[in-house]
């Protein structure tokens, strides 16, 4: 009874650790695809609104600080309710992943609104007094002259946004998704190896952020810099 | 006689309580070569930043070759300009900048070219033929594709003036050009301009400080004090036998310091 009992506990810790690492390898697949997804929500929402926040048109600022203050300054975990269990309410009824990947990138691009906005300001008075010297209608000025300047002096900070939402993801526990820091905490209750699986979501989210954001930050501000330094910054 | 290229009628600019341009009245003649002097704060640059329409004005009307630039005839009654209307006008007008203002993403090549393609729609091919042209035009033919960094500043202000006449202007506007340049590289940018004045009908209009060069170069000097033209005339005579106390005191004391 005592042996049988015995075997019984190892063979379950085996069942649970194997279930528990399939489990956590999903769990780092959802983060990494989430976070992804709503990295690219909140540039293009981002971009979009940091530049109607300094349109000359009244009506859009007016748009873009109504944006800006209602997704940086009310809580990201209340507006997931929002999307998830109010918004049904009204009839607009989403899969957990939409309203994650939307939910998330909008709340982070209230943030990176604000990043844009600093960055098209912060481009020389010159630039804009030479564009419209050469005559350029407004966008095209913005597309082809202020933004290429502006992104390249925003990079640094989107950097910091994006790993600030990669780990923002783990709150998408609540509309029951099982992301890394999830499955990493099922993982530990079910093995009782709480030092072991909270080290790996430790490091986990170390990781993705130092192998798949900061590269690709790294070589778009290499893409950017071009004419600003004489040699390109390793 | 033909209408001016063009005239400020009672232009006025105010920034707050300071007036900046008190009721200025000027007329520029096709290709005529203008420069205008003065103390700084007299509103010297301010005349050129209002004629590029990077200031608005207060009062009065800039006219370009006979059409009202900063309003419009709506009805017969003159209303502030649109920006279509602007943008068309403006079009006539190029300006240079004392500290070159060039796109430092951009090559020289392409900083010249970027407003032929996406301002006049030029296909690229034709803008990259002008624009290597002008670039040989003023000695830079071997630095096309160099970045701003890569050039010292007589080299940019020259990129700047070939950027600016690729959009074929009919007036060009030099803002103290030479100002931000070390004293061995201000020769080379003057002798593009020069040869601009000499080569091309061009109207230009230039605030300096090159007292040598505005001599030689102008048909008319304008010597501006206090919002006001103080006194204007031929080289000759603005320089040698001014009328006005004022203007002879402010050469006296640019020409002592060299």
Known sequence: MCRRSKAGSGTMNEFALGFSVAALAKGVFVTILITFGASLVAIAFGLVIGLIRVSPRRPLRWFGIAYIEFFRGTSMLVQLYWWFFVLPIFGVTMSPWTVAILGVGMNVSGYGAELVRAAIQGVERGQYEASTALNFPRLVMMRRIILPQAIRAMLPAWGNLLIELLKGTSLIFFITITELTTAAKLAADATGNYLLFFAIALFGYYLIARLLITPIVRWLERRFSRGFVRELPI | ?258
Request: include cysteine; hydrophobic fraction near 40%; proline fraction near 5%.
């Open chain 2, 1 to 258: 006689m033909s209408e001016p290229m063009v005239r400020f009628e009672n232009v006025t600019k105010r920034y707050g309580a300071l007036t900046v341009l008190d009721e200025l009245n000027l007329d520029i003649e096709r290709n005529e070569k203008v420069s205008i002097i003065g103390p700084s704060g007299s509103g010297k640059t301010t005349v050129l930043r209002m004629l590029m329409t990077l200031e608005k004005i207060n009062d009065g009307v800039i006219w370009v070759e006979g059409e009202p630039m900063t309003h419009e005839q709506k009805n017969g009654a003159m209303v502030p300009a649109s920006d279509r209307h602007l943008r068309r006008v403006r079009g006539k007008v190029g300006m240079v900048f004392q500290h070159f203002n060039l796109f430092p993403h951009m090559t020289a090549l392409q900083n010249c070219m970027e407003a032929p393609v996406s301002v006049l729609g030029l296909p690229k091919g034709e803008a990259e033929e002008r624009s290597a042209e002008l670039l040989d035009m003023v000695g830079l033919g071997d630095k096309k594709g160099h970045y701003p960094i890569q050039l010292s500043g007589g080299q940019k202000q020259r990129v700047a003036i070939a950027r600016a006449l690729a959009m074929r202007p009919k007036v060009m506007l030099f803002d103290e050009v030479t100002s931000a340049l070390d004293p061995e590289l201000v020769g080379e940018v003057l002798n593009v301009i020069r040869q601009l004045g000499s080569e091309h009908d061009l109207t230009m209009l230039m605030v300096t400080h090159q007292m040598g060069f505005a001599k030689e170069f102008s048909d008319r000097v304008c010597f501006f004090y206090g919002g006001k033209i103080a006194e204007q005339g031929p080289p000759d005579k603005l320089f040698n036998e001014p009328d006005n106390e004022r203007t002879r005191q402010f050469l006296s004391a640019v020409l002592e310091a060299g």
